[in-house]
Nanobody
């Protein structure tokens, strides 16, 4: 079983910064991509940023230039540095890991429990 421990959410004023972190644990053979999604009230979950094992990154247009995703492969930890936060960034942020549990199994998606980020208007 894979578990994802998220931390770093909270309430911050517009223009402020937060850093999210996520560390998976369990019997993981290989981690492929890691990323962050978010879901605002009444909206669908959307990709915020993702990073592959090789370090390639992908960002939602709405966060480009403000958010930075990074990963520490030695610690199997992914980070999301969020700067210049806006009220529209308010959402529950979910960590996502695409991992395989053995050499013969394909990668599956695993999700964290979510961490709330609130930016008052």
């Amino acid at each position: 079983q894979v578990q994802l421990a998220e931390s770093g959410g909270g309430l911050v004023q517009a223009g402020g910064s937060l850093r999210l972190s996520c560390a998976p644990s369990g019997s993981i053979f290989r981690i492929n991509a890691m990323g962050w999604y978010r879901q605002a009230p009444g909206k669908q979950r959307e990709l915020v940023a993702a990073i592959t094992s090789g370090g390639s990154t992908n960002y939602a247009d709405s966060v480009k230039g403000r958010f930075t995703i990074s990963r520490d492969n030695a610690k199997n930890t992914v980070y999301l540095q969020m700067n210049s936060l806006k009220p529209e960034d308010t959402a529950i942020y979910y960590c996502n890991v695409k991992a395989s549990l053995s050499i013969i199994s394909r990668a599956y998606d695993y999700w964290g429990q979510g961490t709330q980020v609130t930016v008052p208007s």
